[in-house]
């Protein structure tokens, strides 16, 4: 169900939609970008974690640092050109006064309707933001003055366009590092002629270049590690993650058959977390960099599943997450060390899971914790309602399931039944199930999001079957006689 | 009229009662009624007499008669007009109107529409904000004809135009609707047994299939066939205190869908309803409804009964005849809803003119 946005701003404490995408951070901030525009807390190790939400600002591509935050603005949350047909301008704000935000135009005099101009990614690094703007080159923003400045590679008639496009960035031992679709470069920015290097990748057969991050070492050296997607076409491609060590100006070969679209970050020491979207999992390598061979055919990642007696099983900890609904698919994941703590994250389509104290050698299995929206109940059943209302049944989306939404004024066992329109019963969702009343739950309400849905089926001889289209009415009663109705359209895809 | 006599009622009660007994042991346990099955807004009782007799109204309807059995439009005089509404629990509101006549000797013509919907639907998206307020509605149309075969037997056919729409979409400003019409047809037999008993026969929703075409890009689901129901009815005309006393009952029985394939829920419902004619211008009306039959009724008492729900229903008839110098009747039914929704009650009046 498609919902329209405005680009009309506005603000709230409220967590915007649990729908979550782009999860990215400096030190203990996070930045989540929702289907409903932008939600952000300046130090998640808080208790409770004070957010603060930006309706209808859809920044992709967002970095902060420096006490402020910079992302590229789309229309309508997928556009990434205005109406008059150039490129949608920066989203600029200092962290702790949002509401003073600017919205910055690129340098760029591009042609309208050009996309090679926009902003592809941005890091913060010596106090400046830094950002790969595809054939625009690399442009540095000074956060106290707003003022740009553009480098581009030196254009080579001989290298054709698609060696730029340059889209992913990082930065290490004093140097940035970027990928454009089929070249790497290297940018001094303090050298007087700001000078780029192309790094020489000969030796690996690469399609295209979808993401770069670097790793500095204990010996001053520079690791690069960079995803490559093996084919352009979808369908059958996969990616490979090589890396490039700098000082040996060696390649080598992390990991084979990494997903076709995945997440990327470092974790504790030499620990790496990658996300498989397109599977849904993740995953805990190990990179040791004295294990690096030459030959490429053999890749030197590590997978980890065990440390010590414990399993590495974030698929179970997600899940346990309390309250965690069954279903959330991963988005992004994101891991931070600070002084005090190891701060691990994961946005999802069922909100945001995040874990302060994730040490990768001292992982003790407890199930992270959860940040979704939830609207606040009246309790004692006076209100109760169906999320979303118009159900998908058949379907394996988000749509597919309608989760019940109500709050109990005191624990107590509850029934919920499903009814058509002439109240003939469907099914029994839950019979005397126990549950807590909403003011003894973290999120304030009685639902159980994992037992308290319905996907559009009744029972029937061969297992289930979806109901046919219409309206349906929900009961939940309690033992202790309370009652309420809502109502759920089915309607099937 | 002559007393209650059970010798002349003895053989086709047997008949009635028996086919009860084996509909018990042939719906299966887990059976509980059709919910979930297409046509939902086709089931509740049509016109306020009905709904006060527990829905028991197939066997000699005196108006609405193609809803319940064309093949009883014979009782209508020369016409009836018929105009009703109804509100039910959660918002579910209704309105019928119906015209019958009769074209000597052998013919009669009906013809009838009911809306049923709910008007007052609030949804929710999946990040629990509001969408726009949102409405479910039905129309249906029955076009029906009887044949009178003989003094005692006619037959009835009905030619039904169905139209259902609902919401698929949307956001906080608008709600989108997709929609669906379909065809369908019933059948029906009645039989005057003798002066007291009648008895019919009605088959529902022969070939009516719904076929929908989403508007906001959901693919169509296909044919969703609606269950077809087999309706028997009896009446038994008695006196109760010297004061005519009738009794209703219908077995409603749901084996096979409108393409006679056999239904996964089959069920069976057992309705009943009594008139009694106290007062010449008041009729009382009381009834049973929706009391479903499986095999648990007998092999597993206990949990039948702990999931047993019915609908009891009561009602009057007001005949203004005398003071209007017309046959003008207004009919007033009530039914306690099945899923107690506290005291809350389904309601339908209707006018009926016979002219």
């Not at chain 2, 009669?108 to 007052?120: P, T």
């Amino acid at each position: 169900m498609s919902s329209i946005h405005s680009n009309d701003y506005s603000f709230t404490k409220e967590i915007l939609s649990n729908e979550m995408f782009t999860l990215t951070g400096d030190s203990s901030d996070v930045w989540i970008i929702s289907v409903n525009g932008l939600n952000v807390t300046t130090d998640i190790t808080e208790n409770p974690v004070q957010w603060t939400g930006i309706k209808n600002l859809f920044c992709w591509n967002m970095a902060s640092g420096g006490g402020y935050a910079l992302g590229r603005t789309t229309l309508n949350g997928y556009n990434d050109f205005d109406k008059t047909g150039k490129p949608t301008p920066l989203w600029f704000a200092p962290i702790n006064n949002l509401q003073s935000y600017k919205l910055l135009n690129l340098p760029f005099n591009a042609p309208v309707g050009e996309l090679s101009y926009q902003m592809a990614e941005a890091i913060y690094y010596e106090n400046a933001f830094w950002m790969a703007c595809m054939d625009g080159g690399i442009v540095r923003l000074n956060p106290a003055d707003q003022q740009m400045e553009t480098f581009a590679p030196v254009k080579d008639p001989n290298v054709h366009i698609d060696s730029y496009d340059l889209h992913s960035l990082d930065f290490s031992q004093g140097k940035l590092w970027i990928a454009g679709k089929k070249a790497l470069w290297m940018f001094d920015s303090s050298a007087t002629d700001k000078q780029w290097t192309k790094i020489e990748d000969s030796v690996i057969s690469v399609d295209y270049y979808s993401d770069l991050r670097v790793r500095s070492t204990a010996d001053s050296n520079t690791i690069l590690f960079v995803t490559a997607i093996d084919s352009i076409n979808e369908s059958s491609s996969d990616t490979t993650i090589y890396t490039y060590d700098v000082k040996k100006n060696k390649w080598a070969t992390f990991l084979k058959n990494a997903g076709r679209y995945v997440s990327f970050s470092f974790g504790h020491k030499n620990e790496i977390y990658l996300l498989d979207n397109k599977l849904n999992r993740i995953r805990l390598f190990n990179a040791p960099h004295d294990q690096i061979t030459n030959d490429l055919t053999k890749p030197f990642g590590v997978e980890i599943t065990q440390i010590g007696q414990k399993s590495v099983d974030y698929a179970s900890r997600v899940n346990n997450a309390e309250g965690a609904p069954v279903g959330s698919i991963l988005s992004e994941i994101r891991y931070v060390e600070t002084p005090t703590d190891t701060l691990l994250q994961i946005s999802s389509s069922e909100g945001l899971f995040y874990s302060n104290n994730e040490r990768a050698d001292n992982i003790n299995g407890t199930p992270f914790t959860l940040v979704r929206r939830f609207v606040p109940i009246e309790s004692e059943l006076k209100k109760t309602y169906a999320y979303p209302g118009i159900l998908l049944a058949g379907t394996e989306g988000k749509d597919s399931y309608a989760t019940f939404a109500y709050n109990l004024a005191e624990d107590d066992d509850v029934t919920i039944d499903i009814f058509d329109y002439n109240m003939d019963h469907v099914i029994r969702i839950v019979d005397k199930a126990p549950r807590k009343a909403g003011k003894n739950t973290p999120q304030g309400r009685s639902t159980n999001l994992k037992e308290d849905r319905w996907n559009g089926t009744f029972k029937n001889r061969s297992g289930s079957k979806t109901v046919a289209p219409g309206v349906y009415y929900f009961r939940i009663k309690t033992e202790k006689g309370n009652r309420s109705f809502g109502k759920i359209i089915v309607a099937k895809s | 009229m002559e007393k209650l006599s059970l010798q002349k009622v003895k053989s086709p009660l047997y008949i009635y009662i028996s086919l009860l007994v084996i509909l018990i042991g042939v719906i299966p346990a887990e059976s509980r009624g059709l919910g979930g099955l297409g046509g939902a807004f086709l089931r509740a009782p049509v016109g306020a007499n009905a709904f006060g007799r527990g829905g028991a109204y197939t066997a000699n309807p005196q108006y609405l008669t193609m809803w319940w059995n064309p093949a009883a439009l014979f009782n209508v005089k020369k016409r009836v007009a018929s105009l009703g509404t109804g509100y039910r629990t959660l918002n579910r509101a209704e309105a019928m109107a119906g015209y019958e006549f009769r074209i000597p000797p052998r013919l009669a013509l009906g013809l009838s529409v009911l809306y049923r919907g709910d008007a007052k639907i609030e949804l929710y998206d999946n990040d629990e904000y509001p969408l726009a307020p949102a409405h479910y509605t039905t129309f249906t149309m029955k076009l029906a004809g009887a044949y009178l075969i003989s003094r005692k037997a006619t037959a009835g056919f009905n030619f039904n135009v169905l139209y259902q729409k609902i919401p698929t979409g949307g956001n906080q400003d608008s709600i989108a609707y997709s929609s669906t019409n379909t065809i369908g047809f019933d059948a029906a037999f009645q039989y005057k047994i003798n002066k007291k008993m009648t008895a019919a026969v009605v088959l529902k929703n022969i070939f009516t299939t719904f076929s929908w075409e989403f508007s906001d890009g959901l693919s169509p689901i296909g044919a969703d066939t609606l269950p077809a129901s087999v309706n028997v009815g009896f009446e038994y005309k008695g006196t109760l205190m010297g004061k005519p006393f009738i009794w209703t009952s219908d077995i409603i029985g749901y084996a096979f869908n409108g393409n006679f394939k056999g239904l996964d829920k089959k069920s069976a419902f057992f309705n009943n309803g009594f008139r009694w004619e106290k007062w010449d211008i008041l009729a009382l009306h009381v009834g049973v409804r929706d009391w479903y039959f499986n095999r648990d009724f007998i092999k597993k008492p206990k949990e039948y009964w702990s999931t047993f729900t019915v609908a009891p229903t009561m009602g009057c008839e007001i005949d203004f005849s005398k003071q209007m110098k017309k046959d003008f009747k207004v009919n007033y039914g009530m039914a306690f809803d099945k899923v107690g929704k506290g005291i809350s009650i389904d309601q339908q009046l209707d006018f009926v003119l016979n002219f």
